[in-house]
């Protein structure tokens, strides 16, 4: 006969593997109550998950509309399974979207501060919006909750952070302040959340870092070191981590146009490498250069901080220009399909700084197009899930609905983010659209033989011309 206890355990396992909307687990209630303030990318990926794992989470979002379309389950970031992940557990009554920071921190364990750090002309972190908030939270805060810095910031911000609440009385209440680097890539941000490959925590007081630590423990699906370091130490991790993809990206483009030039195949040469564990075969993949929020913005906030510490990072320096040059190189070798570009008809298929997001920040599809323009060319675009976006940044920009109007008459296709609905296009039906078959792929996403044998003029990046 079963007992009780048995029953309660059965009912903990099938919780654990029960399968929701969102195709994921669900875990039983921790009782740990997180607060997480930003609704931004990282912050809305962070409640929803904490949520998930069983705590109780209060996500903040001061813009009212924001707020509102949040609390509705509106989520206006393409983020594969976020939507599904925040509106389980909002039914679910484990998330709770609120507009004032009071009302949600109330019991907290952990108050996670996921608001943006952009760059500031001289290439510095802005952390207005974090010391805002920061000067808000002093009075708040009861004894023994934990601030935790999750977003991205210099070396030596939780410091600051730390003295400015300190005048808020806040040493007397024993608040600790923990950093909590994030390493989620848009596009795969819900995986990358649930399945890390390592944790960060930086801080000096044992106690509230293993208070984060267990936040993070009940829900990991596979054990995952956690690293326990200081906090200046987590935020260099997070800077030199995007500062090495950065470099990775840089070399790896240089590689191609090398390639290009000896005629090789960089896929053939960066396959023989990436067996190699010390290079491993990902950030191997050449392209317009890198975008998005991070890695440019990081690249920035540490060539500053070096020329602060009188430091001289020439390889960052040498990244920061090799990868303002690939945008060029990608215009230069649409010019060489079909000479001058004054009055030809380009068609771009993809804008958003990679696939899968709809984040156009620092994308660097955005930064051929305007070359192509300065130099009288005709733009049409696709993308597949930032048309809003692109409309609300380039209002006059001619967007298309599907690839093949953009192909429409065109005398060159640019294919510059890796959406797998470019390779699955009907190419032969693509090239009898076009005024002249010439395509660059800044991707290397499409097979240089079959674009030749449809009598394709192709230019990968450092791949050889297709032949047919
Ligand atoms: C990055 C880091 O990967 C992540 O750990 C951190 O938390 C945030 O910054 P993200 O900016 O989302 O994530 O994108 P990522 O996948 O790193 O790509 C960055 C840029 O590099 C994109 O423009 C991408 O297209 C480019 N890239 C990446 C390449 O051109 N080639 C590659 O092989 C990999």
Known sequence: MRTDTDNKLKKRELSHGLATEAGLPVYPSTGLRVAVLGGGFVGLVAAAGFAQFGHTVALVEKDPDKSKELRAGRIRIHERGLPELFGANLRRHRLGVFSELAEAIKGAHAIFLAVGTPSLPSGEADLSAVFEVVETLGPLLTPKQILVLKSTVPVGTALQVRNRLSKNGAAKKQVAVVSNPEFLREGTAVMDFFRPQRIVIGGDQPEAIETIAQLYRVGMMDACPIVVTNNETAEMIKYASNLFLATKVAFVNELANLCDAAGLNVTEVTRGMGLDSRISPEFLNPGPGFGGSCLPKDLDAILNLARKQ????SIAEAVKEANARQPRLVVGKLEKLVGTLKGKTIGVLGLTFKAHTNDLRSSP???VMKRLEEKGAL????DPVAEG???AL????KLAPNPEEVAEKADALVVLTEWP?????????IGQKMKSKNIVDARNLLVPEILARLGFNYLGMGQKPGEA
């Open 379 to 382: 733009l049409q675009a696709y």
């Open 394 to 397: 380039w209002p006059e920009l």
């Open 310 to 313: 009188g430091v001289r990072l």
């Open 389 to 391: 976006e692109a409309r």
């Open 421 to 429: 609905e470019f390779m699955a296009l009907n190419w032969e039906e």
């Open 365 to 367: 599809a955005l930064a």
